[in-house]
């Protein structure tokens, strides 16, 4: 293998205020990649089914990949731990600058335990290592943070940081980077885990450049991928007012806690307030995402809110909107899951369910944008009313009680998104299987179900013998295609690569290869690396089964079995049963009826 690529795990224990680089064998390497793979295997070794999230003994873990810092979307960093939202497998993915910044380190995951007695942050630079006080900067937001932290290491730091969410243990609480540009490794709580160890941020700079092991077999893979992206990019540039006016004209937009189909006026006055502003581009992006446009004050604009905090709570002041986002991003709060609890709330606000005397005053009939305002502030501090809602939606309807569980969006305490199973049905197998629960990122059939090969756009599943659109209505092999999708996302993941590499622009799965056999020297085959992405799927699994999950916690919300109202019949689709396509899935795996991995699939797949 590479002498120049070696995976180095970089182990702190905060209470012995100790650390430690560690190596990793080669054999790891071959068959959990790297990213959310290593991840879930120190996960399982490392924690046991009586691990609280919030204890010192859970693992908070930044992990790279083999191409972290080498290719084109290659600025992401899986973060991985017990989720405090699921109590099982959390996982979440930061973009930006940080991931880069730390592959010139020359490490390639960080393994944090225990819990500083005072805060702290942490700071690498190249072999330097320092366990930091950070009580100064307890308290500050993710931006006041971030400005601080350069100006007390280097000015050219990455710096990943949590805000007043993660201090206060919301566990909708995540990790943000680059200040007021705001990448933020949003779902699954992990910013609550952080904060649980009284560690402030993580900060990186890097002086050591990454080489490849077989230099012409890279530049070969990155000649090909560049004519993807030349071609591509010489199309028109799509806005996000185009993107909600598609969704809304199918239907996909997520109104009114994903209850109606279409809102023209939102769509509307989407495109009558937005301003087109300049695209931001995480590092080593040559393309920049649609959801990256930045205002004349630098800040992130406000379409990761549109959907989840907008539509779907019948929202429709811009301006709040945007006032929202910010503070969502300055708290460090994931905007998907408190959309979804917010519309929950409003919802069973509608119903009599709770009244003004359970939240504290506050109206929340649909579309009050100052409820919005004043929840997203009690939620990052924790207090009032949102203290309920920061639990995230399950929590809070188990707290509140009286049949509005039915009304909260998610799966194994994961908030789902607008992607609507009802309408991309690859999707109602993916949110009820998927490990960190309703994420549309974990198994994105729709990426599939909305391919488009002959011009590059949507997810290219050649390599799993798949050489056409996939329709996006209808049952019919979506167990195996989504099977197909979970595992080629773990790979991305394990790599670890942003997926709008194949999202957008079509990169295959042995493209992949090719850069990771060129930069490593691993010299796996196709077979070998499609089945590293089966065997961390399983382990995954395998964590929440030890966990108490099981069974009985894949299905998705009822309202997802239900017609979506301003749609025809012909426009959806619904399964005949859910559980006979559940079961079809499980046997596809090679799990048994409940959904628990036989021990011949487990010795196939050399898992414990």
Known sequence: MNKEYRARILRVDLEQESAEVVPLEDSLLRKYIGGVGLGARILWEETSAATDPF????????????????????????????????NAW??????????????????????????????????IHDDDVQIKPASHLWGQDTFAAHDLLREETDPKASVAAIGRAGE??????????????????????????????????VVVKGTRK?????????????????????????????IPPDAIERQNKMGNLGIKNQSQAHWDDFARKCRESFEVGKHYYCALCPTSCMESHVNER????????????????????????????????????????FGYTLSFAMEIYEKGIITKQDTGGIDLTWGNHEAMLELVREVGENEGFGKVLGQGSKRAAEQIGGNSLPYALQV??????????????????????????????ESPGHSVERARPADGYGLDLA???????????????????????????????????????????GVRTAQY??????????????????????????????????????????????????KLSGLSDEEQSLPASFTELLQEYYALRGWDKDGIPTREKLRELQLP
Request: aromatic content about 8%; proline content about 5%; hydrophobic content about 40%.
């Open 210 to 238: 990454p080489s490849a092991f077989d230099q012409a077999a890279f530049q070969a893979v990155n000649k090909e991928i560049r004519q993807l992206i030349e071609r591509l990019n010489s199309e028109p540039r799509s």
């Open 412 to 441: 194994k305490g994961l908030e789902t998104t607008h992607w609507d199973p009802r309408l991309y049905n690859g999707l109602m197998l993916g949110y009820a299987t998927g490990n960190k629960g309703g994420s549309h990122l």
């Open 168 to 201: 206060r243990l919301v566990r909708m609480a995540g990790i943000v980077c680059d200040g007021p540009h705001s990448r933020i490794a949003a779902r699954c709580g992990l910013g609550a885990v952080m904060g649980s160890k009284n560690l402030k941020a």
């Open 513 to 562: 290869l090719g850069w990771l056999n060129s930069i490593t020297g691993l010299d796996l085959n196709l077979a070998e690396f499609q089945r590293a992405g089966e065997r961390i799927f399983n382990l995954k699994r395998l964590i929440n089964l030890r966990r108490g999950l099981s069974g009985h916690d894949d299905t998705v919300p009822p309202r997802f079995l239900t």
């Open 55 to 86: 204890s010192p003994e859970n693992r908070l873990m930044f992990m790279g990949g083999p191409l972290t810092g080498m290719v084109p979307w290659s600025s992401r960093a899986a973060v991985c731990a017990l989720s405090p939202l699921n």
């Open 90 to 123: 959390g996982e979440a993915t930061l973009g930006g600058t940080w991931a880069a910044e730390f592959r010139k380190t020359g490490l390639t995951g960080i393994v944090i335990t225990g819990r500083a007695r005072e805060p702290v942050y942490l700071y």
């Open 298 to 337: 630098t800040r992130l604009q406000v379409l990761e809110m549109l959907m989840p905090v907008g539509s779907n709570c019948l929202i429709d002041n811009f301006a709040a909107l945007q006032e929202a986002y910010e503070l969502c991003n300055r708290y460090g709060i994931d905007t998907i899951s």
């Open 463 to 505: 390599d799993y013998g798949y050489d056409r659109p996939v329709p996006r209505l209808g049952f019919d092999g979506k167990a195996a295609i989504v099977k197909k999708v979970q595992e080629m996302i773990c790979l991305v993941n394990s790599l670890v690569i942003c997926q709008f590499s194949y999202q957008i622009y």
